[in-house]
């Protein structure tokens, strides 16, 4: 027998809803919207950012590329920065991923005392701010001559990212039976052949879980970016917060505004592709480790 919600209790669970997703939703929208007209419809009265006028005036049309235009243009680079920025990101996404799964699948079958050790050694270190461990790779990559390069940055991302996706693949491996891994190898199965054809199987979910939040630390990061690459091999965000601070002296403000847009729509097309991966990763219990 179903059990019937009061009318006022449903109106107030869908009104409530409904208004968070227009708070949240509300500053891309009201900013994608905006990037597609003149700055001082942007930044003007609100409604000239809804009605257009200045830019139909100027342009003869309601929208303007202007500020992509701007963006992408040879003078800001920011196109080079989003190629940068995608491989960087899908290069320590696959490497923490490999090693993370590898090492979680070990740490959540062993039975070592170590195991726990190593853990919480992880967790500390993941815990520290990433400035302090970026400092400490200035000295040798000066040293070296490599300091500005691509890969260093991949390197740095996958060493802070590590300990993150060990503990979220354990997590998921915990719940995983044991005695999933004795079937394979009573079936004749040595112990990498159960993992890849009996236990990866059924963790795909959580393997996009943990790729996903991989993929906006690498995708997002700030700190280790700035500080380790050079201008020609910068990344997105750094390029932006460069963009943001100079758009008041060189009055080019449609251009970060474009910028923002480009870097934020991707991550809302990522969610919604994988949005059922991973809300079924993350009630699999990755999050309970």
């Not at 290069?91 to 919480?120: C, E, H, K, P």
């Not at 280790?224 to 943001?244: C, D, H, K």
């Amino acid at each position: 027998m179903t059990r019937k919600h009061p009318l006022a209790l449903l109106i107030l669970i869908y009104g409530f809803a409904a208004l968070w997703v227009v708070v949240a939703a509300f500053p891309f929208i009201w900013t994608t919207w905006g990037s597609l007209k003149v700055e001082t419809d942007f930044f003007g009265h609100w409604t000239k950012n809804l009605s257009g006028v200045d830019t139909l005036r100027e342009f003869g049309a309601y929208f303007t590329s202007l500020g992509y235009d701007s963006a992408f243009s040879e003078k800001k680079q920011f196109g080079q920065a989003v190629g940068n920025t995608m491989i960087i990101t899908i290069f320590t996404v696959v490497i923490s991923l490999t090693f993370g799964t590898l090492g979680g699948y070990a740490l959540a079958r062993s039975t070592a005392r170590y195991a726990f050790v190593l853990l919480i050694i992880a967790l500390i270190f993941r815990a520290m701010p990433h400035i302090t461990l970026v400092s400490g790779y200035m000295e040798p990559l000066f040293s070296w001559g490599i300091w500005g390069e691509t890969w260093v940055a991949v390197i740095v991302l996958v060493a802070i990212n590590q300990p993150f996706t060990i503990w979220m693949m354990r997590s998921f491996f915990m719940n995983v039976p044991r005695e999933l891994d004795e079937s394979a190898m009573i079936d004749g199965c040595n112990r990498l052949q159960g993992f890849w054809h009996v236990i990866m199987p059924v963790m795909w979910p959580g393997v996009i879980t943990t790729g996903l939040f991989s993929f906006l630390l690498a995708y997002n990061d700030f700190t280790v970016t700035s500080a380790l690459l050079s201008q020609q091999n910068t990344t997105m965000i750094p390029r932006i917060a460069g963009f943001l601070g100079s758009a008041q002296n060189d009055g080019d403000q449609m251009a970060a505004v474009a910028a923002v847009v480009t870097a934020t729509a991707p991550l809302f097309v990522l969610i919604m592709i994988f949005q059922r991966q991973l809300v079924s990763g993350l009630t699999a219990g990755a999050v309970k480790g």
